[in-house]
């Protein structure tokens, strides 16, 4: 085949791909919005039944499945998650996300930490391998706070106190399981089960100070660029510089071993403490309108379930309940000490359930390594779908009384 018509393959295939996943998961959105269901709920599933390993598999075009996850489909879904978390970033203020400091820092190192250990020593019972053990540990620690925020949003609770500490305390345990990430990817690589301690302060330290680094240098700078009227005349300027500079920061972040999706909170919140927030909020909730049901259609379509056995489920049964009970107890029940309320606390705890990225990263690396055996590898992928679609379900549930 010449490269050329090659070419013009796969940007067919992804062009169709885009267009079956928006269409379906905007139509299963109508579809639980009628049934007073969460509709992120209707897009995850929305992706999962018209993904590559269900309908869309049955249709073959080229060769491949009509609807192909390939690296392209995936980018765009990150970069899908990077406007999410720039929209989450224009909630809150620098001040805000300071003053709740010691609160979210708290919470989310419990979040990362008891999950972690947790899943160490119940699948160190359960007879793993070391290596195994690790990837299914650093699997259970990051936290998908995009699909909460969809759901505070739907419900018009952004502004609430447990939304917000949700928000700071996913966003230190982001920035806290990447460098958990780190670690245990660069044991898996080289084979090496015994890391220095120093080394690995040393690599958390220097993840947080790069965080802090970035936010500083958004707060100095974006106010400085956005705040030029006198530049800025023309037609969706200060929106199309807005988006440049949130991209950028995201960029920034990939490029210091932040995740991209950090880099643009930080941007959002340097954004939210300038005079433009009214116009930047219009423009950028209808570029959510798009990017927001692709990113979890995307996600939803990742979900393989084709290698589904007895073991695989008795594994993934026990990674749903650790992924469940460890960010209640390690995010839920700290929380109640800074909020001073059951059910707020409760929010917090199951705001900061669902898995994502991380989960499914560590998955695909401990497969390709040949690290992860096939049923564990399955195991990962149903722990992240099982939590992804309960926590949407569960944290509308818990605001029932307030919305009747």
Known sequence: MAVGTESSTIFIHVVISLSLLLFTSKIFAELFHRIKLPIVLGELLAGMII???????????????????????????????IVILFVAGLEITPREFLKGGVSAFTIGALGVII??????????????????????????????????????????????????????????DDILAIAVLSVVLTMVQTGNTTPD?????????????????????????VPRILHRERLWKSR???????????????????IVGLSPIVGAFAIGMAVASTRLIKQVEEYVHKLQIIFAPLFFAIIGAQVDL????????????ILVAVAILTKLLGCGLPSWIFLKDKTKSM?????????????????GVGASSGVLSGDIYTAIIIMVAATTIITPIWLKKSYQKELA
């Open 51 to 81: 993904g590559p390993y269900a309908l869309g598999g049955l249709i073959v075009f080229d060769g491949e499945p009509l609807v192909d996850l390939d690296e392209t489909i995936k980018h765009i879904g990150e970069l899908a998650a």
């Open 115 to 172: 999950p972690f250990f947790a899943g160490f020593m119940i699948f160190t019972l359960y007879g793993l391998e070391l290596l195994q053990i690790l990837l299914i540990a650093t699997a259970l620690t990051a936290t998908s706070i995009a699909i909460s925020i969809q759901v505070l949003t739907s419900l018009g609770k952004m502004q609430s106190k447990e939304a917000r500490l949700i928000l700071g305390a996913a966003i230190v």
């Open 306 to 317: 084709r290698g589904v056995n007895i073991e695989v489920l008795s594994i993934a049964g």
């Open 347 to 363: 929010r917090v705890g199951i705001g900061m359930v669902s898995r994502g990225e991380v989960g499914l990263i560590v998955a």
């Open 236 to 254: 969706g300027s200060i929106e199309g510089i807005t988006t440049a500079i949130f991209f950028g920061g995201a960029g920034i972040a990939a």
């Open 197 to 221: 301690v120093i080394d690995i302060s040393i690599l958390i330290l220097k993840i947080l100070g790069l965080f802090a680094a970035l936010l500083i240098g958004s707060i100095l700078i």
